[in-house]
């Protein structure tokens, strides 16, 4: 028998929407003893069926959504459909140009917790939810039996597994240790990605789609990418004819795989690689009077919390400030941000008023958001988190 939790009247409705979140706050009393990640039932106060979640007991969010079919039962088989379809969807629309995608992108796809990336023959894995962490033998069993080439690997070493009341969990889940950065192919490209030690599960896979974006206006221009990380964007943009790449990035290490990327695609255009902080490097430029046609801004997550949301739009503004202007007239900048605390809205004002600042005048040509293999629930709005922006001087 499993626990019951019955939700305090009128804090059903989100779960009558969907919505695979259940806060502390909402529920009303749990019958039984549930232990951490096991699989609960929820109720309403009038005993109707709500879902069948998982349980956890030291977080805000103490129980997640897995399915809202009363019938359901979660195990191998349950763990099998949701990936397979999952799968489905990405063998269909990325697999015919690229070997690396996430397969399974949590929330979005119904396994809250649950996050997959497929690296060639790798599976890499984040269980970051106690549902998903008391789950992984039949998650693992669940990608055996789909994905029966791939070896597969856990990287759930990310802090929020402490909000969970979890310990980080790295290492070999079935086949081979790896002993090796994997080279993936992307749009024809081929990357080098270290699933051991690269940030994430390896690389962002989430920009995919931007980065093809680039070689749409690279041709014939000097090319400055900011957090490069292993060289994804300039490497897109020197295959398509750019004439100088710069790439930027604060780490030593992204830097040398991003030189190793270069060689791996025969490129002979000259690339430069700076190892710097790119606010202080900018100022440099602008102090210098640099300019470049193509600017690429991809900084990692500067919002963690609603507390630090106005401190992360000074950075934002600030780097997009710079950047604006050291764009020549009728250059590009391709500016981002990963930011789920950060509306597309307030973004995109926030990289006003940096155009303000500058005094330049900036035209927004194109909008992106997160690649088509991290796909957002529409119930679960919390799923988009990336948004960009190409303009143009
Ligand atoms: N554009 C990349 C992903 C960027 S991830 C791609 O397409 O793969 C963000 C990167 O910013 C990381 O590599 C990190 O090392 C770097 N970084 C973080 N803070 C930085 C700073 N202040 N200056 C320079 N690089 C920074």
């Not at 035209?363 to 988190?385: L, S």
Request: hydrophobic share 40%; aromatic share 8%; glycine share 8%.
């Amino acid at each position: 028998m499993s626990a019951i939790v019955v939700i305090k009247q009128g804090r059903e409705k989100s779960l009558l929407r969907r919505h695979p979140w259940i806060f502390s706050g909402a529920i009303h009393k749990v019958k039984g003893q549930p232990n951490l990640g096991d699989t609960v039932e929820v109720r309403s106060d009038k005993h109707a069926f709500l879902g069948w979640a998982a349980w956890s007991p030291h977080s805000q969010i103490r129980a997640r959504v897995w399915s809202f079919e009363e019938h359901a039962v979660i195990d191998q088989a349950f763990f099998v459909d949701r990936i397979g379809r999952a799968k489905a969807m990405r063998e269909a629309l990325v697999a015919p140009n690229s070997n690396a995608w996430r397969v399974v992108a949590a929330e979005s796809d119904g396994l809250p917790g649950v996050t997959i990336d497929k690296y060639d023959n790798w599976l890499v894995c984040q269980l970051l939810s106690a549902g998903a962490d008391v789950m992984r033998p039949l998650i693992i069993a669940a990608l055996r039996e789909l994905f029966p080439d791939c070896s597969i690997y856990e990287r759930s070493d990310v802090d929020v597994r402490n909000k969970e009341g979890l310990k980080p969990a790295i290492g070999v889940l079935h086949g081979e240790a790896p002993l090796e950065p994997v080279v993936i192919t992307e749009n024809g490209l081929k990357l080098e990605v270290d699933i051991v030690k690269g940030h994430k599960t390896g690389y962002y896979l989430d920009q995919r789609d931007a980065r093809a974006l680039i070689g749409k206006y690279a041709k014939g221009r000097r090319v400055l990418n900011c957090f490069s990380y292993t060289g994804g964007f300039g490497i897109y943009a020197a295959k398509a004819g750019a004439t100088e790449v710069i790439q930027m990035d604060a780490s030593q290490d992204a830097l040398a795989v991003a030189k190793r990327n270069a060689e791996l695609n025969g490129i002979t255009t000259p690339i430069e690689y700076q190892q710097a902080d790119v606010f202080e490097a900018l100022r440099t430029f602008v102090k210098e009077g640099q300019t470049f046609d193509l600017i690429v801004l991809d900084p990692p997550k500067f919002v963690d919390s609603k507390a630090s949301l106005n401190r992360a739009c000074r950075g934002y503004k600030d780097i997009n400030r710079l950047a604006s202007q050291l764009l020549t007239e009728g250059g590009i900048l391709m500016t981002f941000s990963c930011s789920g605390l950060l509306s597309a809205e307030l973004f995109q004002k926030v990289v006003a008023d940096g155009a303000l600042d500058a005094n330049r005048e900036l035209q927004i040509i194109e909008k992106t958001q997160q690649a088509i293999d991290h796909p957002v629930a529409i119930h679960y709005p919390e799923g988009g988190y990336l948004k960009g922006l190409v303009l143009r001087a």
